[in-house]
């Protein structure tokens, strides 16, 4: 199997011929749906999977049904090289992209989608399998500060108010790390004080890398691991806090306040396989799962160890899909880009067992919201679908994207926003 079927190679896009700040394009009849989106319905989406992590938006509240023609697009615009989602927080949606030889950091109003700001980086990142050389990782908001973790492995800072730079670190230059299969794809986390990477470091001990919010100097370094495309999540147990990390081969939680290794369980394969999904936390439990013969591993977390409670190859076996939870379930996507349509899938994660299976659905990414399933497959279909234990129940659907739709979407007081393969494009979503 050949990675590189991954993501595909793009012929028609090229990122140089857009055009700034004109890129964005609001839709006619805008001024009316700006007068509807105005009230709020939910809150922000700051980083990778929303407010938590972990693809729940626990405030918003979404349309019972769509529209024959869809949900309204309120606007969208051009957006060049990369597979990050946006970062939404304060009424700015803020855009990791590259052009030519450079990332982008770019803010825009999120009701109007009028620009705000923008910051460039130059970048020299080529990638060995795929032709996408933009950035993989979400940014993340954190108190008025952007943080960004670009392809080449390079960290920046900027405000979120008006884009200034504030510190930027060549974090894998620094430490050695290694391009990867597809770049740098490891979203940071904020930890009281401090930014968590997954760098993967050759050199000192750097696998991973804790560095000050204020000025990005490092504060300490930890282990060999290798930088994996899935991203930590926090959480604490019995009093101790944890920064769990599923890393190129483990499944590890450390000490946010040293880097000290409090457990590590082996998961994962030497050769071209990728863990890309994020950890999944179930109160005192935490579950991952990959694809390439690894499926799932579900582990009880201790204060300072975690015990193995089920471990099966043929359970899922989640390509990239984070599942989000719903009363205990786990709705999520069994099966691979480069392989059959994928099946989504009503997980019971305590037990290993599935529920029920919705056959040749195809590869998608999930967000939870009003006991409803916001859906979206990378051939640009939108589902939304009742979270339900007893099957499979759509309540409507649209195609709402013509290219490739590889990016996480975010979803902010009834707004949807979806990134394709060229453009960023804003959803009306919202009950209203």
Known sequence: MMLRNLFPQRPTFKPTAIKRPSTWVIVAGLAVGLSIAGSALGGDWPQILGPHRDGVADKERLADRWPANGPKTLWRRDAGMGLAGVAVAQGRVVLFHRVAKE?????????????????????????RFNPDSGPRCVPVIHQGTVYAYGAGGNLHAVSLADGKKLWSRALAKEYGAKDGYFGAGSSPIVEGDKL??????????????????????????????LASYSSPVATTVGGVRHVIFLTRFSLMSIDPANGKVRFSIPFGKRGPTVN???????????????????????????????????????????????????KKLLYTIDGRQDGPPGKLVCFDPMTGKTKWTKAGFGIATLILADEKLLILKTDGQLVLAKASADGYRELSTARVSTDTCRALPALSDGRLYIRDEKSLRCLDVGKR
């Open 196 to 225: 968590l990477i997954n760098v993967g470091g050759d050199k000192q001990n750097a696998g991973l890398v804790a560095l000050s919010l204020k000025d990005g100097k490092t504060l300490w370094k930890a282990t060999q691991e």
């Open 276 to 326: 890309a999904a994020n950890p999944v936390l179930l109160d005192d439990h935490v579950f991952v799962t990959a694809s390439y013969g690894l499926g799932s591993l579900l582990a009880k977390i201790e204060k300072r160890s975690a015990k193995i409670v089920w471990q099966n190859a043929d359970a899922l076996s989640s390509q990239y899909t984070t599942g989000v939870l719903h």
């Open 103 to 127: 990332e982008l950091l770019e803010a825009m109003d999120a009701k109007s989608g009028r620009p705000l700001w923008k910051a460039a980086f130059a970048t020299k990142y080529r990638p």
